[in-house]
């Protein structure tokens, strides 16, 4: 169960990000420049160490562990041997508190993060788990149960009130059997508990302190101690109106999404095995289920109610949870001993943390940086705004409360300076955005200006090319005349519009040819695209990365040696779209001679027959590049076939699927329940009833084809 409350915390002038007063980050103030000019929420996980009794503390920005807490209690309330065994944890909206279960001994403790130890503990009772805070702070909401040793089952749970100001129990409710995951509603009206032995939701009314409503959750009890098929798990939507609950329903697990309102179960979607943790981005589009049995976490689409990835992490991950800005998700790693590091926009663990032993940190276990912690605050000035290249321009900081600082020339993710005031030379034009990031010990902030780099006009009387009419592979040779003893820029651009598939694009260049000459560059934007990866190769291939800023990602590289090359393209293309334009510029300088002539030469092998551009010093033309003269056959196309060795029955039936296709290199089945198999002759099992349409889409390197089968899944009465 995982619930993040972002905070405010103190700025300078400059905008920053928003906290709107339900606890959620609503929206960023982007400033006149188009760019959000401040990020300075930094925040903290706080990992709960089963054995060793110990809360370890994770700087989200930097991912280090910073600092240990011993959160052992010494009392005499364990109720079994073994230590406290911290479990569930819970983050003040202002970061300044952490509030840790201690399910062995029956108590809270309270952790103050400004000195980073316990400054208070709070007696429970039971086996204190599930923790939640409510989003004005003033109340945590802790899920105990109560066992009968003899039989070994739990027999009753309450959910107890502290509150924050005194370090005190104010109220107790009875809930279910054996509840785990809390939830507070953002407007701070209702708990939500879940109860893994009763496999229900208890509804608390926080006004009246008294249990309100009762939501059966799967299918019957769960009769056995300790077993995992119960619901444990439980995170509410930032708007209220949508619960998640995680539960392993007889080996059968799945998220079951409940409308508030109505207090109904509208979905059920199923994840990997026995789910437990599960936490929502703030703006409330994905969630993420950590499930311990498969060793995995399921991205949802809160929109479609659809698994949309699954992403391998530490052995059996139990508790989970997203930054407040939505960049990352952590998971705690209970046999590993691990905390797995995901990167929400490519669902891909960037790093691994060492964060303890038996890991558990089930609940709101990262928060924000305590709103007093002095944050860094970037600023900078620079001598000139514009200039014609090649210039250089001085940079001075003029940063507050920062020791160190990061300079990005270009806004393409590379730092190139971390000077405090670097010189930097501007050789290609472009309008150039850098970005300063200021950095202290409790966060970053960062500041953006742009830096206009003009290209200085060389008047051409004119230039001529032949052939006049190229075919794909041709050298273009280019004459013309212009001021004697003058240099001019040659640019030769071509665009390309690259098909998407499953989220990415690719694109390859074979044979490209930089002539002899100065100052060759190139340039490549892809239009429509989350990021960009230009891959080039003349011995060994060297990679260069840019993140899109308004849906254009663009990768650009100076002082490129004469020489063949190869040149791989490719990304994330941007949510929703069909098709990313690329748009490729190789630039180079020629010297006019004392005539005033220049002869300059292009080898078109490496550019798509079409149209494309070339411009010399004011002069710019258009020129068709023809296909290659070669008599083809047509191409291959896929044929999709296929059959089963069943078309109805009653669930669960599995169901043996058998590739009749041909010409085919790939096959991607859609089997209509939110599952998908690119095995040619997969074996799949429904477990619901339902008309189900399967969809094969077979391809190969020209095209695709698809074909329909219907399933029928008959329910057994």
């Known amino acids: 169960m995982i619930l993040i409350s972002p905070t405010t915390l ?9 906290i709107g007063p339900d606890g959620y980050q609503n929206s960023s103030i982007v400033g006149p420049d188009g760019y959000q000019n401040s990020s300075i929420t930094g925040s903290y996980a706080y990992i709960t160490s089963s054995d060793t009794y110990t809360v370890a503390i994770i700087d989200t920005l930097t991912d280090n562990v910073t600092n240990i807490v011993d959160t052992e209690t010494f009392t005499n309330t364990d109720i079994r041997d073994g230590g406290d ?52 702070g003033t109340k945590v909401y802790v899920a105990s149960d109560f066992m009968d040793y003899d039989s070994e089952r739990a027999t009753h749970g309450i959910v107890s009130e502290i509150d924050t100001a005194t370090k005190t129990v104010t109220a107790t409710i009875k809930v279910g059997v054996n509840p785990y995951g809390v939830a507070v509603s953002p407007n701070g009206t209702e708990i939500y508990v879940v109860n893994r032995d009763s496999s229900t939701i208890s509804i608390v009314d926080i006004t009246t302190k008294k249990f309100k409503a009762t939501i059966p959750v799967g299918n019957g009890d769960n009769y056995y101690p300790y077993s995992n098929e119960g619901p444990t798990g439980v995170a509410i939507a930032p708007d209220g109106k949508k619960l998640y609950v995680t539960r392993d329903v007889y080996g059968n697990a799945a998220v079951f999404v409940i409308d508030t309102a109505t207090e109904t179960i509208t979905a059920i979607i199923k994840v990997g095995t026995e789910p ?21 976490v399921s991205v949802i689409d809160t929109s479609t109610n659809n698994v949309t990835a699954t992403v391998n992490v530490g052995k059996d991950p139990y508790g989970i949870a997203v930054t407040p800005d939505g960049t990352k998700v952590y998971t705690t790693n209970y046999w590993d001993n691990t905390v797995s590091v995901i990167d929400t926009s490519t669902n891909t663990v960037i790093n691994t943390v060492n964060a303890g032993s038996r890991p558990y940190s089930f609940g709101q276990f990262i928060g924000p940086a305590p709103a007093n912690w002095i944050l860094p605050v970037a600023n900078f000035s620079s001598n000139v705004t514009e200039g014609y290249v090649p210039f250089c321009v001085q940079f001075r ?17 590379v730092i190139n300076s971390t000077d405090r005031n670097p010189i930097h030379k501007y050789i290609v034009p472009g309008n150039y955005t ?43 040779y280019i004459n013309g005349s212009a001021f004697p003893g003058n240099k001019v820029d040659v640019f030769a651009t071509f665009e390309k519009t690259v098909p998407v598939s499953m989220g990415r694009y690719e694109y390859s260049l074979e044979d490209i040819v930089i002539p002899e000459g100065s100052n060759n560059s190139y340039k490549v934007e892809a239009q429509g695209a989350k990021n960009l990866n230009v891959r080039v190769k003349m011995i060994l291939w060297v990679t260069k990365s840019s993140k899109a800023s308004e849906d254009t990602a663009t990768v650009s590289q100076s002082n490129v040696p004469p020489g063949s090359y190869k040149m791989r393209i490719d990304g994330n293309a941007g949510e929703g779209v069909s098709e990313v ?55 291959a196309l896929p044929v999709a076939n296929f059959s089963s060795n069943i078309t109805q029955g009653f669930a669960p039936i599995t169901v043996q699927f058998t590739d009749l296709s041909k010409n085919v290199t790939e096959w991607n089945w859609n089997f209509e329940d939110g599952t998908n198999s690119t095995e040619q002759n997969p074996v799949h099992t429904y477990f619901e009833a339902g008309n189900y349409s399967v969809n094969l889409t077979t391809i190969n390197q020209n095209g695709t084809d698809s074909k329909l089968a219907k399933i029928l899944v008959q329910k057994i009465m």
Do not use: C
């Open 10 to 18: 103190a700025t300078s002038t400059q905008n920053s990000s928003i």
């Open 85 to 136: 065994s911290p479990y569930g944890v819970a983050v003040t909206p202002d970061g300044t508190e952490v509030y840790v279960t201690n399910t062995n001994s029956g108590t809270v403790s309270v952790i103050d993060t400004v000195t980073n130890s316990v400054a208070a503990i709070v007696d429970v009772k039971g086996y204190a788990r599930g923790i939640a805070v409510n989003p004005a």
């Open 276 to 296: 437990n943790g599960i936490a929502i981005s703030p703006d409330g589009t994905k969630v993420y289920v950590a499930n311990s049995g498969s060793s995995t």
């Open 397 to 413: 900081d003029l940063s507050e409360n920062a020791t160190s600082v990061s300079w990005d020339f270009e806004n393409d993710g």
């Open 434 to 476: 850098v970005n300063l990031t200021a950095i202290n010990e409790n966060g970053t902030n960062s500041t953006f200006a742009t830096i206009n780099a003009l290209d200085k006009p060389v008047p051409v009387s004119h230039w001529e090319f032949h052939p006049e009419e190229p075919v794909s592979g041709d050298i273009l």
């Open 581 to 635: 334009n690329l748009k490729v510029t190789a630039s180079q300088e020629i010297k006019i001679d004392s005539n005033g002539n220049f002869n300059y030469s292009y080898n078109t092998t490496a550019i798509p027959p079409g149209v494309f551009m070339i411009k010399i010093g004011n002069v710019t033309k258009e020129i068709t590049i023809k296909p290659e003269k070669i008599e083809q056959s047509a191409p």
